[in-house]
């Protein structure tokens, strides 16, 4: 390949880079950086036919070429640090006042350090050299010219640079500090789960060592009752029989709930609300006596999570248990119904043979009914029927967006219970704001009060 060809290929290379890289940017970015570029051109070349400089043609393609470097500074932040000597030499006031901004953003994506710094020395030293080689043409430059190039060098080259170097150091310290914070919460989290955990235990041992106790003092002592009346009141033996399956069914619960409480989502769950765990409680109502019957309406099995199919099982057995109390001897009716992404439980009783005076109950079991079926997303309905007696229905989704209350949270730190809230970024760079955000915006001051008096000094010439 003959040496003229290589500078083509290696534009044609760069310029297809540059246009993946467009395409592949957020088009938030691009039409900022369009929106920032025709800013720069616009205020570049405005005041160019009010105040007309002494070359109009060098002022305006000094004000494109500032127009082009804002863009250029994401992809080659060391070339359009030199791109900027041009127009600190040239003669277009209006487009050297972006210099500094531009030198801020570049210098910021320049790594490492070394070559950061090698850059704002070389754009220095040529922005000195070319001022005067600019002022050369017309005659030797002065001592006084001299040192005003230094000076404009160094306020709209080496002060932006050095602002933006202290900016871009404290971003790294940001990313530790986020990372550290996080590290703190995930901490924090596992802690308060731990201290959970080992509440949950030490509940659960209590309620082992008190109610297990005693309810299996009352399934001997019922044990005990149905002998004896087996042998000397028959007619009181099913009653008591009743008596102790009720104490083992309440015994099984109570292990349930210590599951709960000791492995989080231990409840084994698999076979309630199942069509044979509804038949057993339909079959446990008529043995207490009421005539109860099941209706399951379903082609197969449910396949629904185990938090659906526990709020199955409760709201059948509440239903029941209501209808044994309150509508003794009335006809009770329970129906299942699948509705794939729902299911659908009611428990139906007509108004009883013997009204039955008012109970004493207080409702918790249908408010603790109402805030579980909340809790999967579900809706309880509770009332009397028009035509009398009573209805218990719920209808609940198959699988429930909500996790149980009980499981450990999988999403972030922050949303764990006993957790606070991560802390904001300007919490957490606080320190590095007072120390690294300061000293560059106090670097910049100089270069703010240069750029203001030049514009001063352009406007008044």
């Not at 025709?38 to 127009?67: D, F, K, N, Q, R």
């Not at 005659?139 to 933006?164: D, E, I, K, Q, R």
């Not at 530790?176 to 596992?190: C, D, G, I, S």
């Not at 209805?391 to 006993?418: E, K, N």
């Amino acid at each position: 390949m003959s040496p003229a060809v290589r500078p083509c290929t290696r534009v044609r290379r760069e310029a297809a880079a540059i246009r993946e890289a467009v395409r592949a940017a957020p088009r938030r970015t691009v039409v900022t950086e369009c929106v920032l570029a025709g800013l720069v051109l616009l205020c570049s070349l405005a005041p160019v036919p009010l105040i007309p400089p002494a070359h109009p043609v060098t002022a305006a393609l000094l004000g494109v070429w500032a127009a082009l470097l804002v863009p250029a500074r994401r992809m080659y932040p060391a070339l359009t640090v030199l791109g900027c000597v041009p127009v600190i030499a040239g003669d277009n006031v209006w487009a050297m006042v972006v210099v500094p901004c531009v030198v801020w953003s570049a210098v910021r994506r320049i790594a490492p350090v070394r070559r950061a710094w090698a850059v704002i020395g070389a754009s220095s030293a040529g922005a000195v050299l070319m001022s005067i080689a600019a002022q050369s043409f017309s005659g030797l430059p002065t001592m006084p010219y001299l040192v005003a190039g230094a000076g404009v060098a160094a306020l709209f080259l080496l002060l932006p640079a050095l602002s933006g170097m202290l900016l871009g150091h404290r971003r790294p310290l940001t990313g530790l500090l986020r990372e550290r914070n996080a590290y703190l919460e995930q901490t924090r989290f596992l802690t308060d789960e731990a201290a959970r955990m080992e509440e949950r235990a030490r509940i659960a041992a209590e309620m082992h060592d008190l109610l297990g106790h005693r309810i299996g003092l009352i399934s001997v002592h019922a044990g005990a009752l149905q002998l004896a009346a087996e042998r000397q009141a028959p007619p009181l033996a099913s009653q008591a029989e009743l008596l102790r399956i009720t104490a083992g069914t309440a015994m099984d619960e109570l292990r349930g709930i210590l599951g709960v409480l000791r492995h989080h989502s231990g409840e084994d769950s698999g076979e309630r609300g199942s069509r044979e765990d509804l038949s057993a409680l339909v079959a446990d109502s008529r043995n207490a006596g009421a005539d109860a019957e099941l209706h399951w309406n379903a082609t197969g099995p449910t396949d629904a999570d185990a938090r659906t199919r526990q709020a199955v099982h409760r709201v059948t057995r509440e239903g029941l248990t209501n209808a044994l109390k309150h509508a003794s001897g009335a006809p009770v009716r329970v129906t299942f119904q699948d509705e794939g992404d729902t299911v659908a439980v009611a428990v139906v009783n007509d108004a009883p043979p013997v009204p039955c005076p008012p109970g004493d109950g207080n409702r918790s079991g249908l408010v603790g009914l109402q805030e579980r079926i909340s809790l999967l997303g579900g809706a309880l309905h509770a009332g009397p029927r028009p035509e009398g007696g009573f209805v218990l229905s719920a209808r609940i989704p198959v699988r429930p967006d909500s996790a149980p209350v009980y499981a450990i949270s999988s999403g972030q730190v922050s949303g764990g219970a006993g957790s606070r809230p991560p802390l904001s970024a300007e919490v957490l760079t606080w320190p590095r704001l007072l120390g690294g955000g300061c000293a560059a915006l106090l670097v910049l001051l100089p270069t703010i009060g240069g750029t203001i008096a030049l514009l001063i000094m352009a406007a008044l010439h």
